[in-house]
C-alpha cells in the first residue's frame, strides 16, 4: 500500500495532466471521426450501416453555404488581426513608454472589453449600431462584424504586447544608441526584432478570437453568416460532415503554427 501510495504520488502530476489532454482533445477526436461519418440525414449519430467514407474530405463545400461562411470568417479575422494588432501594439508602447494624464485610467479600461460578458457586449453593439451607427448608412453585416471584432481583439494585443515591452533590457536600447544609433535605427534594429514574439502572438490570439467568436458576432451580424455561425445554426438538422472537416483542418493548422514557431524558436536560442 505504502508502495503503490509513493508510486502515485511521484506521478501524480503526470497523470493529471494526461486526464486534462484527454478532456480536452476529446471533442476534436470526435469531430476527425464524425468527417468519416457515412450519414443520410443527420450527423449527430454515428451511422453503423455505412462504411467510412472520404468524400466530404474529397469536396468540403459539398454543404451549401459551408465555404461561404468559412471565408467570411477567414475575411473578417484577418481584416480584425490586422487593425487591431497594430493599433494594440501602438497602445502598448505609448502606455509602458510615455507618462501621459490619463495613463492609468486606460490601463484599467483596457481590460474592460477583456472582463465584460460576452453577451452583454453584443447587446451593446447591437444597440449602439442600430440607433447610432444606421444613421449614417451602417447596416447589421460585414463591416459591423469587423468593428466588433477589432474592439474585444484590440484589449489582447495589448495587454500580449505590453507584458513583452515590460520584459525588454533598457540596457540593450542603451547600448545600440551609446554606439551611435538614431532612434529609429535603435527601434528597427533593437527593439522591434526583440517585441516581434509578442506581436506575432498577439496577432495569432487575435485571429483565433475573431475566427472563433460566436456570441458578439451573433448579435451584430445580421444577414451575415460566419462558420461558428455556420455551425449553430446547422445543429438542429445535425452538422455536416464538412463543417467538421474544415474544423479539424483549422485546429491542425493551428497547431502546425505552434510546432513551426517553437522549432524556428528553438533554432534561433540554439545560435
Known amino acids: 500500500m505504502t508502495a503503490a501510495r509513493a508510486w502515485f504520488g511521484r506521478r501524480v502530476v503526470a497523470i493529471v495532466a494526461v486526464l486534462v489532454l484527454v478532456y480536452l482533445f476529446v471533442p476534436v ?3 476527425f471521426v464524425f468527417s468519416f461519418n457515412n450519414y443520410k440525414r443527420s450527423n449527430i449519430s454515428w451511422n453503423p450501416e455505412g462504411s467510412p467514407t472520404l468524400r466530404y474530405w474529397e469536396n468540403p463545400c459539398g454543404a451549401p453555404g459551408v465555404c461561404g461562411a468559412l471565408a467570411n470568417s477567414l475575411k473578417i479575422g484577418l481584416i480584425a488581426t490586422v487593425v487591431a494588432t497594430v493599433l494594440g501594439t501602438l497602445i502598448a508602447f505609448a502606455l509602458v513608454r510615455h507618462r501621459f494624464r490619463g495613463r492609468s485610467t486606460t490601463n484599467i479600461l483596457i481590460f474592460l472589453p477583456m472582463a465584460t460578458p460576452e453577451v452583454v457586449m453584443g447587446a451593446s453593439l447591437l444597440t449602439l449600431f442600430v440607433q447610432g451607427f444606421a444613421r449614417v448608412g451602417l447596416k447589421l453585416g460585414f463591416w459591423t462584424i ?4 477589432i474592439m474585444f481583439c484590440l484589449s489582447f494585443v495589448v495587454v500580449t504586447v505590453k507584458a513583452r515591452v515590460q520584459s525588454l ?9 551609446d554606439l551611435y544609433a538614431s ?3 535603435t527601434f528597427t534594429r533593437v527593439t522591434l526584432p526583440l517585441v516581434a514574439p509578442g506581436i506575432v502572438a498577439a496577432a495569432l490570439l487575435s485571429f483565433s478570437l475573431s475566427f472563433d467568436d460566436f456570441i458578439i458576432t451573433n448579435f451584430v451580424s445580421g444577414d451575415t453568416t460566419t462558420f461558428p455561425k455556420f455551425v449553430y445554426v446547422s445543429y438542429l438538422r445535425g452538422i455536416p460532415a464538412q463543417a467538421n472537416v474544415i474544423g479539424f483542418s483549422m485546429f491542425l493548422l493551428a497547431v502546425l503554427l505552434v510546432v513551426a514557431g517553437q522549432v524556428i524558436g528553438s533554432r534561433r536560442r540554439a545560435r
Do not use: K
Open 146 to 149: 469587423v468593428i466588433a471584432h
Open 183 to 185: 532612434e529609429r535605427t
Open 169 to 177: 533590457d533598457p540596457r540593450l536600447e542603451e547600448a545600440a544608441m
Open 29 to 31: 477526436a470526435y469531430t
